[in-house]
């Protein structure tokens, strides 16, 4: 049974950072590519960053470049997203995403505001 879970959301400042994990369980982790996703209230879900099974690889979303960093740690079976200069627009509640298995966590809220 596949497991994400994410952790590390909270309400910062703007120009402030987070750093957001997600375990993974379930399945053989180092095998398989995996994302990030990001719901604000009223808006469809949008891809954040992903990252290749081995860590080589990684894409953002435009919005997102130069500020985030998205990698994983194929030992612990986690995979980090590191925010920095948060905008309120950052607003969101950030999804855990394993696009093989359909599979996604049950979501971390991360709120950008003074």
């Known amino acids: 049974q596949v497991l994400l879970v994410e952790s590390g959301g909270g309400l910062v400042q703007p120009g402030g950072s987070l750093r957001l994990s997600c375990a993974a369980s379930?399945?053989?982790?180092?095998?398989?590519?995996m994302s990030w996703y990001r719901q604000a209230p009223g808006q469809e879900r949008e891809l954040v960053a992903s990252?290749?099974?081995?860590?080589?690889?990684?894409n953002y979303a435009d919005s997102v470049k130069g500020r985030f960093t998205i990698s994983r740690d194929n030992v612990k079976n986690r995979m980090y997203l590191q925010m920095n200069s948060l905008k309120p627009e950052d607003t969101a509640v950030y999804y855990c995403?394993?696009?093989?298995?359909?599979?996604w966590g049950q979501g971390t809220q991360v709120t950008v505001s003074s």
């Open positions: 995403h394993a696009r093989f298995f359909g599979s």
């Open positions: 379930g399945f053989t982790f180092s095998t398989y590519g």
């Open positions: 990252i290749s099974n081995t860590g080589g690889r990684t």
